[in-house]
């Protein structure tokens, strides 16, 4: 029997406090491990291309403050929202007094529309039991033109789809979401974005340096988009990249 989604989320939101309570890293806060959280670090600098002045940016499910501080490095003036109240705290104690902190959902945002140059929100799909909500708050605050990051894991994984299949032979249900790379740019797209891009994430062991050089060179990724059920397979997780449209665009 399929678990009810308020008790999915449920237990997310348990977890991200208690994370918040319990540790000191900013990995631990917001579930991953070191080398994942650096990955996925090391992805997004790697894409993120703001040109000289990045402006106002949203980071939705800040946790501990990983991508706040990641912006402002690039001369971003930065938000952090989150709704844990513990990782919070830690973001605060790493950004200083003069951080820009909200205590927030992502589905409802206390911002206005259009108040933000682009946001992004890494590491909250999983914990969410239908993300469109959330995208499409992530699309109203952010002005026409303006970039949305989200991140997720994906469904395709060759480690995910068996240890997903395991799990329903044994009856039990999902203990994080898990989303189709396409399925979630479409649905950026119906929340109101365009040019929507899909960039792929495959993780490697920290102590295979060979291998974790190779599937990060930029030649991979062009490999990736042209052999869509290879990147599919390899990649523990993925990016969707999409500009919010301008008033007068309809997605349909």
Not at 65 to 90: C, E, I, K, Q
Not at 100 to 114: G, K, Y
Not at 175 to 192: F, I, K, N, T, V
Request: aromatic residues 10%.
């Amino acid at each position: 029997m399929a678990e009810p989604p308020e008790g999915f989320e449920r237990r997310w939101r348990q977890r991200f406090e208690n994370w918040g309570h319990k540790h000191g890293s900013d990995a631990a806060i917001a579930g991953w491990s070191e080398s994942g959280l650096a990955a996925r670090l090391a992805n997004f600098e790697r894409l993120w291309s703001p040109g000289d002045r990045p402006g106002r940016w949203l980071d939705a499910g800040c946790g501990a403050g990983t991508y706040v501080r990641a912006l402002a490095a690039r001369g971003a003036d930065v938000v952090g929202a989150d709704y844990s109240l513990p990782s919070l705290r830690r973001a605060g104690e790493r950004l200083g007094a003069e951080a820009l902190l909200a205590a927030s959902d992502v589905r409802a945002l206390p911002f206005a529309a259009e108040s933000f140059d682009g946001a992004l929100c890494f590491g909250v799909m999983q914990a969410l039991a239908d993300p469109l909500p959330a995208l499409r708050e992530l699309c109203r605050v952010v002005r026409p033109g303006g970039q949305v990051w989200v991140d997720a894991l994906n469904r395709y994984s060759a480690p995910h789809f068996a240890a997903g299949a395991w799990r329903r032979l044994r009856g039990q249900p999902a203990h994080m979401r898990y989303d189709s790379p396409w399925q979630l740019a479409e649905w950026l797209r119906q929340a109101g974005a365009t040019a929507v891009q899909v960039h792929w994430l495959p993780l490697v062991p920290s102590s295979w340096r060979r291998l974790r050089a190779c599937v990060s060179h930029p030649a991979m990724e062009a490999v990736f988009d042209g052999l869509p059920p290879l990147a599919a397979a390899a990649s523990h997780a993925f990016v969707v990249r999409g500009y919010r449209a301008p008033a007068s665009f309809s997605s349909t």
